[in-house]
């Protein structure tokens, strides 16, 4: 495998500049640019509203008054397609402000060419009628989060910034203070002093708080974008099973290959070596020339036959292991152990086998992390665990009893004690490992601060 592991730096850490993260987060916050990005996509929704919300309602009473007509629905279908227009602009919105990156929903799909199929494909899209729902749903939220954040941003820092601006406006409004009570003869100041102080600190409370206030409101968009202007679950399950299956063909692929070269570079060659010798070793025998270079070619050639069974005996082990057939996972494992050059311990606890392809799978898992092992981790011991694990809860790298991500997991742990640093950066081995895995509805974890060490947590559908 090609898992790359960060080497310790020799250099001290740069120290922090000045000022730099010195403030508090919490102070920070309401100067920071996420704040009022998501303060500007606030503002800006209230006005995007109205008009997707009035399109919506003109699109709609339109089309029903045409129906007695039969054009209100090709012009509801033209709608339905304007509609998914503004969605584009909304997404790109949250793209923009709130840093949403949310998918473009399934195409249209006509089953024939022509302006019938065309208005059908529309009107049988649920994306389309989701965009629809999303301009009535938009507008009165919208509405509430532009007064509620305008509102509470300006009054805090109004407030906030009283303290100044009460003092050169007090000269001239004749005012002692801030009247609480007067009976017309009789009144109630508060002191100057007093209520810049009060009004100073609800302002400085109000500010601190309205990057929350903000990140709340624009949770709510989130979560209208993305159930409603983005793909469906079933689209969106249906474009990661196409990207498993490719993943699948290029891996198969891959591993042909792999398979020819072997044979082509190794027991091909050497039984073509062979059949030279032994060929000439026949043509000296005809000639009756029973010497000493005969006896030699004849042993030449064994030695190339048993050279040439150990690969294709190794060759098959890398295809599919006979005794993972005839023992199962952990006989097999056992074996693999063996042959690595770091020492192994392997626990597996399985009351019964699994399916042959998920058995298989967690068999060549183990045999490349192995090789990682050997091959990166400088690593003096490494263990292997694996368990069945039936329960529904979350489960960590170390917790067996605990629940599995789903229920019904096949879990596999490897770890070591070596140098650490191991990832799945793209390029690396696991990261090609995680996308195997992920093409079979697996997972894989991987846990390897700098020094180590090193935990790699496999997770497999259980299939009995």
């Given at each position: 495998?090609?898992?790359?592991?960060s080497?310790?730096s020799?250099?001290p850490?740069h120290?922090?500049r000045?000022?730099?993260?010195?403030v508090?987060?919490?102070l920070?916050?309401?100067?920071?640019g996420?704040t009022?990005r998501?303060f500007?996509?606030?503002?800006?929704?209230?006005?995007?509203?109205?008009?997707?919300?009035?399109?919506?309602?003109?699109?709609?009473?339109l089309?029903?008054?045409?129906?007695?007509?039969?054009?209100?629905?090709?012009?509801?279908?033209g709608?339905?397609?304007?509609?998914?227009?503004?969605?584009?602009l909304?997404?790109?919105?949250a793209?923009?402000?709130?840093r949403?990156?949310?998918?473009?929903?399934?195409p249209?799909?006509?089953?024939?060419?022509g302006?019938?199929?065309?208005?059908?494909?529309?009107?049988?899209?649920?994306?389309?009628?989701?965009?629809?729902?999303?301009?009535?749903?938009?507008?009165?939220?919208?509405?509430?989060?532009?007064?509620?954040?305008?509102?509470?941003w300006?009054?805090?820092?109004?407030?906030?910034?009283?303290?100044?601006?009460y003092?050169?406006?007090?000269?001239?409004?004749?005012?002692?203070?801030?009247?609480?009570?007067?009976?017309?003869?009789?009144a109630?100041?508060?002191?100057?002093?007093?209520?810049?102080?009060?009004?100073?600190?609800?302002?400085?409370?109000?500010?601190?708080?309205?990057?929350?206030?903000?990140?709340?409101?624009?949770?709510?968009?989130?979560?209208?974008?993305?159930?409603?202007l983005?793909p469906?679950?079933?689209?969106?399950?249906?474009?990661?099973?196409?990207?498993?299956?490719?993943?699948?063909?290029?891996?198969?692929?891959?591993?042909?290959?792999?398979?020819e070269?072997?044979?082509?570079?190794?027991?091909?060659?050497?039984?073509?070596?062979?059949?030279?010798?032994?060929?000439?070793?026949?043509?000296?025998?005809?000639?009756?020339?029973?010497?000493?270079?005969?006896?030699r070619?004849?042993?030449?050639?064994?030695?190339?036959?048993?050279?040439a069974?150990?690969?294709?005996?190794?060759?098959?082990?890398?295809?599919?292991?006979?005794?993972?057939t005839?023992?199962?996972?952990?006989?097999?494992?056992?074996?693999?152990?063996?042959r690595?050059?770091?020492?192994?311990?392997?626990?597996?606890?399985?009351?019964?086998?699994?399916?042959?392809?998920?058995?298989?799978?967690?068999?060549?898992?183990?045999?490349?992390?192995?090789?990682?092992?050997?091959?990166?981790?400088?690593?003096?011991?490494?263990?292997?665990d694996?368990?069945?694990?039936?329960?529904?809860?979350?489960?960590?790298?170390?917790?067996?009893?605990?629940?599995g991500?789903?229920?019904?997991?096949?879990?596999?742990?490897?770890?070591?004690?070596?140098r650490?640093?191991?990832?799945?950066?793209?390029?690396?081995?696991?990261?090609?490992?995680?996308?195997?895995?992920?093409?079979?509805?697996?997972?894989?974890?991987?846990?390897?601060?700098?020094?180590?060490?090193?935990?790699?947590?496999?997770?497999?559908?259980?299939?009995?």
């Open positions: 495998m090609d898992t790359a592991y080497a310790h020799a250099h850490a120290p922090a000045p000022g730099g993260h010195r508090p987060a919490g920070r916050a309401p100067f920071s996420r009022w998501e500007l996509h606030l503002c800006l929704s209230l006005p995007v509203a109205c008009v997707m919300f009035a399109y919506a309602v003109a699109l709609v009473s089309s029903a008054g045409l129906l007695i007509t039969f054009l209100g629905i090709p012009v509801l279908a709608g339905l397609v304007g509609g998914r227009g503004l969605g584009a909304e997404r790109a919105r793209r923009a402000l709130l949403l990156d949310v998918a473009a929903p399934e249209l799909h006509p089953s024939k060419p302006l019938v199929a065309w208005v059908g494909s529309v009107l049988k899209s649920g994306a389309s009628w989701r965009h629809l729902l999303y301009a009535f749903l938009h507008f009165p939220w919208a509405l509430f989060a532009f007064v509620f954040a305008v509102t509470f300006s009054v805090g820092w109004a407030l906030l910034s009283f303290p100044f601006w003092w050169l406006v007090r000269p001239y409004a004749s005012l002692p203070g801030i009247q609480l009570w007067g009976d017309g003869g009789t109630l100041y508060v002191s100057p002093t007093v209520t810049a102080v009060v009004s100073g600190v609800f302002g400085l409370l109000m500010v601190l708080a309205g990057p929350w206030v903000f990140r709340g409101l624009t949770q709510v968009d989130r979560l209208l974008v993305r159930g409603l983005g469906s679950p079933l689209a969106t399950r249906v474009i990661e099973l196409e990207s498993d299956r490719g993943a699948v063909v290029d891996t198969a692929a891959a591993d042909l290959r792999r398979i070269r072997d044979l082509h570079d190794g027991a091909q060659a050497r039984l073509v070596a062979l059949a030279m010798g032994l060929g000439l070793a026949k043509e000296k025998l005809a000639e009756g020339q029973a010497d000493e270079s005969v006896a070619m004849v042993d030449e050639a064994h030695g190339e036959v048993k050279i069974l150990q690969e294709l005996r190794d060759l098959a082990r890398g295809i599919h292991p006979a005794i993972l005839d023992r199962g996972l952990g006989p097999a494992l056992s074996a693999l152990a063996g690595c050059t770091v020492p192994v311990t392997v626990q597996v606890d399985l009351a019964r086998r699994p399916a042959p392809a998920i058995e298989g799978i967690a068999y060549f898992t183990v045999s490349e992390l192995l090789q990682n092992v050997a091959k990166h981790s400088a690593a003096d011991h490494a263990t292997v694996v368990w069945h694990d039936e329960g529904c809860g979350p489960a960590g790298p170390s917790d067996k009893g605990g629940g991500r789903r229920a019904g997991r096949l879990m596999l742990l490897v770890s070591d004690d070596g650490g640093g191991a990832g799945t950066e793209a390029g690396g081995g696991l990261a090609g490992l995680a996308e195997r895995l992920d093409s079979v509805d697996g997972l894989l974890v991987v846990d390897s601060p700098a020094g180590g060490p090193t935990t790699v947590t496999a997770e497999l559908p259980w299939r009995g």
